[in-house]
């Protein structure tokens, strides 16, 4: 029996002290893995749990049983890796490597696991380390596990080297999990019999024929969408469809699909948002890294990496006219000061949501002809309640607001940088934020961006 100032004991105190902020780290990494799975088209569940105390108690006993001892808090730390995790069940199994590049681009992976439980009761042990004999004929749990930290601009220094579980399954695979999680290893009710084995290891070669069968399905789903030609009723149909398509001439690890609803959005409002007319664009564009097409686009979008969608929106926008799709057909009923507010502001939180961190846009954005007056209206618009009334339609835009919009209107319409010249651009084509939803988007620019400008507009 380990004496109250073991490893183990010294651990579960600190555990407990600091169960709270686990909790938030992996509340945290569920948020941002669900945003980027929107972002890129994928239809996923995600869950987060963070290991009870008692449950890692357990845990620990048992392992200690297995690796000779713990000498120390470190040794543990190494060994326990799953304190904070998030699971992804996807819709799709076919999408798996979408979600791969995913988790890339949000953590910092320090190690990946392939979880195959090929070895006959490998995966037959209880909480508690009771062995079952039983010799399964399936595989058992299939699922990617990433080890990974979160990137410096989603963390603090307390958590810059605290190690969260990312596990990539299919939906069935994720409830077949469950139950036998709760089955064989919890043991609720005493050790699972053999009869309960038998049935789970049925049921998991169901499941492995029911991913196939959802893999088929998917190919089905997007030929269907194909053949109907019709609008693409949300980010997931046309992230399936561009997903399938790229995909037959590209690595489907390297097709790199995010921002899938700005790109559909603006489809729409060009008049080319069915597979048909998205197809005949296609072959126009030559996704290869190293053609001539990728790499120009990609050298003027520099330091910012170009991903698919950012790159499809970019050629279309260089054979697209401002006319050739009328911003809102009410425009001329309206006041031509809201609009120019509404289409500003739209392009000043697309530049940061697309090419963030702020700092980077924020340097180009200030790097054409930044004037006294220009970094007074670009904070006006930013953090006023004035603009925000505006944008509510609650007031009309004073002479002294026309005036502030007019001053940054001419900034963005003739500024030279392509990251400006696209968010504007876009804005001006109609694709705008909801500003009835609220501000917190325009409340987390101006936090950062203001002290920034004050600065600036003392110094000049």
């Known amino acids: 029996m380990p004496s109250i100032h073991s490893p183990i004991e010294t651990f579960l105190k600190e555990y407990g002290r600091s169960y709270r902020h686990w909790e938030g780290l992996a509340e945290r990494a569920k948020e941002l893995c669900e945003k980027k799975l929107l972002d890129k088209g994928i239809q996923a569940i995600s869950s987060h749990r963070t290991k009870s105390p008692d449950s890692l108690k357990r845990k620990l006993r048992m392992r200690e049983g297995h690796n000779g001892g713990y000498k120390d808090q470190d040794h543990i730390r190494e060994d326990i890796v799953d ?213 120009k686009i990609a050298k003027d979008y520099a330091p910012f990496e170009l991903g698919t969608s950012i790159y499809i929106m970019q050629c279309v926008l260089s054979t697209t006219r401002d006319d050739d799709a009328p911003l809102n057909t009410d425009k001329s009923e309206r006041d031509p000061y809201l609009v120019k507010c509404e289409i500003l502001v739209s392009a000043i939180i697309w530049v940061d949501d697309l090419f963030g961190p702020f700092t980077e846009w924020l340097e180009k954005l200030l790097s054409h002809e930044k004037t006294a007056a220009r970094i007074s209206s670009l904070d006006w618009i930013l953090g006023s309640v004035e603009s925000r009334r505006i944008l509510l339609k609650e007031q009309k835009p004073s002479q002294e607001n026309q005036k502030s919009l007019e001053i940054l209107w001419n900034w963005f319409e003739g500024h030279p940088e392509i990251i400006v010249h696209f968010v504007f651009r876009i804005a001006k084509l109609g694709i705008l934020r909801d500003f009835a939803k609220g501000f917190d988007d325009l409340t987390k620019i101006n936090g950062v961006v203001h002290p920034l400008l004050e600065d600036l507009w003392i110094q000049s």
């Not at 995966?123 to 399964?136: I, K, M, V």
């Not at 220094?157 to 605290?162: R, T």
């Open 83 to 295: 304190l904070a995790g998030v699971r992804i069940a996807l819709f799709w199994p076919d999408q798996k490597s979408m979600v791969e590049t995913a988790i890339k681009e949000i953590f910092r992976v320090q190690n990946t696991i392939e979880k195959a439980r090929t070895d006959p009761g490998n995966n037959d042990r209880s909480e508690d380390g009771a062995q079952s004999t039983y010799g399964r004929r399936f595989a058992g749990y299939l699922a990617t596990h990433y080890h990974v930290q979160l990137k410096e601009q989603d963390t603090n220094a307390l958590e810059k080297d605290d190690i969260i579980e990312i596990q990539i399954v299919s939906v069935l695979q994720n409830a077949w999990a469950e139950v036998e999680h709760n089955i064989v290893y919890k043991a609720i009710s005493g050790p699972a019999s053999l009869d309960e084995h038998r049935i789970l290891d049925s049921l998991n070669g169901l499941v492995s024929t029911g991913d196939l069968l959802l893999e088929q399905l998917h190919n089905l789903y997007v030929l269907r969408i194909s053949s109907n030609n019709e609008s693409f009723a949300n980010e997931y149909e046309l992230g399936s469809f561009l997903f399938k398509k790229l995909s037959q001439t590209t690595k489907a690890g390297k097709v790199r699909l995010d921002r899938i609803e700005v790109l559909r959005r603006l489809l729409k409002v060009l008049g080319k948002d069915t597979p048909g007319a998205l197809e005949s664009m296609l072959k126009t564009i030559d996704f290869a890294k190293n053609s001539p097409q990728f790499a």
